[in-house]
T-cell receptor, first 110, second 114 residues
Framework: QKEVEQNSGPLSVPEGAIASLNCTYS??????FFWYRQYSGKSPELIMS????GDKEDGRFTAQLNKASQYVSLLIRDSQPSDSATYLC??????????FGTGTSLTVIP | NAGVTQTPKFQVLKTGQSMTLQCAQD?????MYWYRQDPGMGLRLIYY???????DKGEVPNGYNVSRLNKREFSLRLESAAPSQTSVYFC?????????????FGPGTRLTVL
């Protein structure tokens, strides 16, 4: 059983602040790591993928991966009310199967 | 491109009824997936198809069957629906390959089994 753990939240941050979302995974041979955003009643959409240790930045989003600690995080800078959603962490070992966490609910307060 | 499409969007079944959820993608992707999403449970993989003509079980395959009809289409069948299968079902596809495994999701089918 491959496990992906996330704090379910809810996480509330004021507009303009940094939101920090965390994820741990159990399988040491995991190769690929993803963050999806899911608005209520909608399907997940990919916002970040990361494959090697370190940081990866894309606009206001930064993904951080530490394979030794089996930890991946997502930072959202200058948080906006439109960032309010559930964020799903996903992990892939083989590139064929993907394992998702239960998601962290984020609310950005204007 | 329409991306990944799913039909129907909503469905209500009675216990014991059967139905097929349809999924199609127009991105020429090799791999396709069926997930279910329940409150507090995240997305769980039911079945996947790594390529046309192949299918494999995921985490929660019991009570479901799948058909990879061609490269575009991947259907999910419930032979005898049970209330425990009330869920939101998502189809997804990827092109696959190292560092290119971005999944694209369909809009979902909201299924209620009474």
């Amino acid at each position: 059983q491959k496990e992906v753990e996330q704090n379910s939240g809810p996480l509330s941050v004021p507009e303009g602040a940094i939101a920090s979302l965390n994820c741990t995974y159990s399988d040491r041979v995991s190769q690929s790591f993803f963050w999806y955003r899911q608005y209520s009643g909608k399907s997940p959409e990919l916002i970040m993928s990361i494959y090697s240790n370190g940081d990866k930045e894309d606009g206001r989003f930064t993904a951080q991966l530490n394979k030794a600690s089996q930890y991946v995080s997502l930072l959202i800078r200058d948080s906006q009310p439109s960032d309010s959603a559930t964020y799903l962490c996903a992990v892939s070992v083989t590139g064929n199967q993907f394992y998702f966490g239960t998601g962290t609910s984020l609310t950005v307060i204007p | 491109n329409a991306g990944v499409t799913q039909t129907p969007k909503f469905q209500v079944l009675k216990t014991g009824q059967s139905m097929t959820l349809q999924c199609a993608q127009d991105m020429n992707h090799n791999s396709m997936y069926w997930y279910r999403q329940d409150p507090g449970m995240g997305l769980r993989l039911i079945y996947y198809s790594a390529s046309e003509g192949t299918t494999d079980k995921g985490e929660v395959p019991n009570g479901y069957n799948v058909s990879r009809l061609n490269k575009r289409e991947f259907s999910l069948r419930l032979e005898s629906a049970a209330p425990s299968q009330t869920s939101v079902y998502f189809c997804a596809s990827i092109n696959g390959g190292p560092s290119t495994d971005t999944q694209y999701f369909g809009p979902g089918t909201r299924l209620t089994v009474l």
